[in-house]
């Protein structure tokens, strides 16, 4: 399945009187049937002020449907206030970013927690996969913390100039997903 997902209660996070963030339910889509190849699409919508609902996502189909023709897609809709039981995948809990290592380049990181992170053992297969629309991404590591369960990644984006970069992340284990995916819309 895919969706949006409110994991963040704490009203201290938001410092929101009107919008009341932290009371915004999930929602999570699980497809019925056969939705053929494909990828969940992340959507904001350019806005001027931070309490539109500007973020979405949507299925995409990886085969264009032809113009005029019909197709449908059968689906159940979760709304609720915790994240729906997920495999053993590790989620996100944290990214930062930061100047990178030479001018115009962003070093980020991002945390991923696992109940599974508990040793080398449980993590020798782990291997981070990072792109960007646009530029170039540079010197992807994985950073252990085994104390905590969670696996920081850490790289430098280089824009090559480009004012606008989609940056996606996801850990794989032995050639699977094995984490949530992590979605950045990274503008100059």
Same mark, same amino acid.
């Given at each position: 399945?895919?969706?949006? *997902? ?29 939705? /053929? ?29 032809? /113009? ?25 809990? *944290? %990214? ?13 990181? $991002? ?10 053992? /449980? ?6 996969? /990072?792109? %960007? ?9 994985? $950073?252990?913390? *085994? ?5 920081? $990644? ?15 992340? $996801? *850990?794989?284990?032995?050639?699977? %997903?094995?984490?949530? %995916? ?7």
């Amino acid at each position: 399945g895919f969706g949006l *997902l409110q994991r963040l209660r704490d009203p201290l996070a938001y410092q929101d009187d009107d919008k009341l963030f932290e009371r915004r339910p999930s929602l999570w889509i699980e497809p019925i049937g056969d939705w /053929a190849e494909g990828a969940v699409q992340l959507l904001e919508i350019p806005s001027t002020n931070e309490t539109n609902p500007n973020i979405l996502a949507y299925w995409r189909p990886k085969a264009q449907i032809a /113009a005029g023709s019909q197709t449908s897609f059968a689906l159940r809709q979760f709304w609720t206030w915790s994240a729906p039981d997920r495999p053993d995948d590790a989620t996100i809990q *944290l %990214t930062r970013t930061g100047h990178g290592s030479v001018q115009d380049r962003r070093r980020f990181l $991002v945390e991923f927690s696992s109940s599974k992170f508990v040793d080398q053992a /449980a993590i020798a297969g782990i291997s981070a996969a /990072a792109s %960007t629309s646009k530029g170039k991404i540079l010197d992807v590591r994985l $950073v252990p913390h *085994l104390e905590r369960k969670s696996l920081r $990644v850490t790289f430098e984006l280089d824009p090559a100039g480009e004012p606008l970069c989609e940056l996606h992340l $996801v *850990l794989m284990e032995n050639g699977k %997903t094995a984490s949530e %995916t992590w979605l950045y819309r990274w503008t100059s």
